[in-house]
Structure formats: structure tokens, C-alpha cells
């Protein structure tokens, strides 16, 4: 964690170093499955501006942000997020891999995509820079997981609705402990209803946008 020091530099104006960051926001025991969520909202409690969450975020978001891959097993992501945003190859940098690599971790941290609907495309989900895992439900269809078998891990947490908790599960059994979850609202909303939710960084913008966000679907 900073130190006082750092955090009465920082409230003063000074910048920490990414060290110093990451130094902050490490988890002490990595093997402890942790679910850490990052957020932006607007005042009035919308997830988006003008289509997307990187409307309300500053650069300094998008430092923090970067940092938080970097440190994290596994990035979760809903589905309506992917196709809102436009997640595509979003790779960590080659500083973020020199860091990684230089602390145990993997290269690049995989996606975990959330989706009960499977609308996800296979051709997408081959750009990504390691192989993403699609966490879906019983009552998905068969036909949709088998085509995103070739391209993805298919994970099935729950019966009609994806249960959040049998995902964090499956993703630490699997390995990958340490969960940064990205939105959108929806899941979100089904993290905090569900208990998982061990850590929240978010950041409220300025702005009154009279909306709130996308789904998950």
C-alpha cells in the first residue's frame, strides 16, 4: 500500500510512479482468489458517455486502468462491454509484459467474456492476444458454444443466468486467481448481488448523463 508520505504527495499534486501504483494496489497473497472491479460513472450514476465508458475517464484513468491489467490474472468483461466498447486485441504493452514476465506472471493476462446469449463472433475472439475464455450458462446454445470452442475456453457457471460466483471459481481453480473485472453495469450489478466483489476502484466523473450503461448479453 502507499505510504502516508506518498498518499500527502499525492493530495498535494505530485504524481505517484507507476511503481509506486502498483506497489498500492498489489495483493499481498496472489494465490487468494481476489475480484477487484474498476469503474467510472458519471454523478448521476450513468457508465457511459456519448456510447462509452472511456468518455467519462481522464488520462489518469487510463494510466490506473492499464496498471490494473497489468497486475491481474484474468480481465472479466461482459459481453454488451466487448461489442460496446470495441474490445479487439487489446494487449498489454511491451513495458506491461517486460513487467509481468519480470514478476511471475504470464505475458498476457486473458479475457474472461460473460455472455448467457453467446452473441460473440469466433473471428473476433481469434485476435485476441492469448486464448479468451466465454462464461456462459447451462441453457446457452449448443450450436453457439461449439462455435466458439475453437477459438475460446467455454466455461458454464449457472443455469439461465450466469452465477458470478461459480465463475470466480472456475477461474481460480484454473489458475487464474486474481480477477479485474471491467463492466459493464449489468454484471457489475450481478458481482455486488452475488457477494464477489472484493475490491472496487472507481472514479466519478463530472458529468450528468442521464443513463446508465450496457449488458451483458
Known sequence: MATASEIRTLAAGAKLSD???????AIADRSVPWLRANF????????THEGTS????????????????RLADVIVVGAGTVRQEGYRNLAIDDEGVAWRTANGL??????AIVSASLRLEPSDL????????????????????A???????????????????ELKHALAE???PQLHSEGGPTLFATMIAQGVVDELCLTISPRLEGGLGSSNR
Open 147 to 165: 462455435r466458439l470452442e475453437d477459438v475460446a475456453e467455454v466455461i458454464v457457471a449457472g443455469d439461465s443466468n450466469v452465477d458470478t460466483v
Open 106 to 111: 504470464s505475458e498476457q493476462p486473458p479475457f
Open 126 to 145: 481469434a485476435g485476441y492476444a492469448t486464448r479468451p475464455f466465454v462464461v456462459t450458462t447451462e441453457r446457452a446454445s449448443p450450436q453457439a458454444r
Open 40 to 47: 467510472v460513472s458519471s454523478i448521476d450514476g450513468a457508465a
Open 19 to 25: 511503481e509506486q501504483l502498483l506497489a498500492s494496489y
Open 174 to 176: 484454473r489458475g487464474y
Open 54 to 69: 472511456g468518455g467519462l475517464g481522464t488520462d489518469s484513468d487510463g494510466r490506473v486502468f492499464a496498471l490494473l491489467r
